[in-house]
Nanobody, 122 residues
Framework: QVQLVESGGGLVQTGGSLRLSCVVS????????MGWHRQAPGRQRELVAT???????NYAPSVKGRFTVSRHDANNTMFLQMNSLKPEDTGVYFC????????????????WGRGTQVTVSS
């Protein structure tokens, strides 16, 4: 069973930085697209950033210019560097990934980690 495990969350003051990691394991297939999402208390989960196999990235407007997503495929790892953190960045951060199917196969499901808590104090 594919596993995604996030780490790096914690408590930080406004203006501080954190670096999240997501490690993918137990996949027989190469990783295709990856993403970071977050969910604040009482709110729906929202997309934060995505990164494709060729390194192209996209960001939610609220984090653009402050967050940077990257990936290291040799280690099946994705990162999210978060700078200039604000209280509204508080939430549980989840990573997701889908995989490159064998030729002629249908696209794979998207797999999710269990999340890591980020709390930004004012």
């Amino acid at each position: 069973q594919v596993q995604l495990v996030e780490s790096g969350g914690g408590l930080v003051q406004t203006g501080g930085s954190l670096r999240l990691s997501c490690v993918v394991s137990r996949s027989p297939l190469a990783i295709r697209n990856m993403g970071w999402h977050r969910q604040a208390p009482g709110r729906q989960r929202e997309l934060v950033a995505t990164i494709t196999t060729d390194g192209a990235s996209n960001y939610a407007p609220s984090v653009k210019g402050r967050f940077t997503v990257s990936r290291h495929d040799a280690n099946n790892t994705m990162f999210l560097q978060m700078n200039s953190l604000k209280p509204e960045d508080t939430g549980v951060y989840f990573c997701s990934a889908d995989f490159i199917p064998p030729a002629g196969w249908a696209p794979t499901d998207e797999f999710w980690g269990r999340g890591t808590q980020v709390t930004v104090s004012s």
